[in-house]
């Protein structure tokens, strides 16, 4: 039997297909393998609707941003005729990466050998060797790459047999819509390069057991007065989510709440009174909370490596006003203080899943949505 029939056997996962209370969580391999990682690739991460950033982020014509999706370069870019396009970032030449980076150009053009193209994605100069090229251009453009927006956020796929992003999110947009996400203006983004598997950071987001241990003198000091969770079976979309009830925001510190905005005024019901926390499958995590909205990038680039950026934003009119550059810096700072706790508990769990055994763990009654991911992970990745 290959090594690789071995590591996908069904029977390797029978623990993880128990119930939440009996469960055990994925063997270690699942976080370390090569192989398993570059299955994730095919069956995951091509086969999903992936993040890919905010409107905002593209507000203006010409206004480009890059990113990679689990090891595939492509540019976001808004045209001319104000449409936002997507493309793989590879010159159709000899493969050149086109862009790096975000910013605005009028044409996308190769540094290698200064092949351009019309933000639609369309061959226009070819110096040089124009007379070789002659007759050729129209077959040379750009390679699209699927792109829908869902309330302001653009998200990519590989696969055009999915279904629209609005049918496969389902009841998403009714369980935002009081935050306005459409209004929302991107005005930061900070990475951190973890030694961490991307199934480990999304797993620590939904783990409602560490808050105390890992954060005990920043988000542990703010009360949570209760929880709501909902896996993505629960849901009638391709994400799962919970809710906290608590005072104040949580895009602040505790000691920083009386710098922050007033409550948005489209929220009703519990969420003037708590935090909504949608993840998006496979790899990105939203906290809308009373005053603000971020968002966890996961970019997987290696078994124990991922590229982790959280995005701030916040509402046209907040921004607009003459407090914001005083008032925003206290909403980073919660971020800066958090993630880099969360990257911490994160490395240490690779560290310790480096194992030349399989592990068996078990799952508690604070852990059902981590219990729900990788039964969702499972049903991509095994073999029958």
Known sequence: MSTTSVLFAPAHFAKVRLPPHEAEPLPHWAYTSPVWFERERERIFARAWNYAGHVSQVANPGD???????????????????KIRAFFNSCRHRGTK????????????????????????????????????????????????????LDGFMLVAFDNTLPPVAQAMGSLSREWSGYDTANLVCTRRKSWEVKGNWKL??????????????HP?????????GRQRASNVETDGDYLAHFTMHAGSRGLLEED?????????????????????????????????????WVYELYPTAPDRTTVVAASL???EQVARSDF???????????????PEDNEAVEQQQEGLCLPVGLSGKFTHLETLCHAFDNWVLDRMVTE
Not at 113 to 128: F, K, M, N, R
Not at 217 to 225: E, N
Not at 325 to 339: F, S
């Open 314 to 316: 916040f509402t046209k």
């Open 257 to 293: 709440q009386a710098l922050g905005f007033q409550r948005l005024p489209g929220l009703t019901g519990r969420y003037t009174q708590g935090t909504y926390y949608p993840c998006l499958l496979p790899a990105t995590l939203f906290g809308l909370t009373i005053d603000c909205v």
């Open 201 to 214: 950071w999304y797993e620590n987001f939904n783990d409602s057991l560490h808050v105390p241990f890992v």
């Open 98 to 149: 086109l862009l790096r980076g975000d910013g605005d150009c009028k044409l996308i053009r190769c540094p290698y050998h200064s092949w351009a193209y019309d933000l639609t994605g369309a061959l226009v100069a070819t110096p040089l060797v124009e007379e070789d090229m002659a007759g050729q251009r129209d077959k040379l453009s750009l390679h699209p790459v699927r792109l829908e927006v």
């Open 325 to 339: 550059a005083a008032k925003a810096p206290a909403y980073y700072r919660r971020l800066d203080t958090i993630v």
């Open 64 to 82: 480009y941003i890059t990113l990679d999706i689990a090891g595939v370069p492509l540019i976001v870019v808004r045209g001319q005729d104000l």
């Open 217 to 225: 003198g920043t988000l542990a000091k703010q009360k949570v007065t």
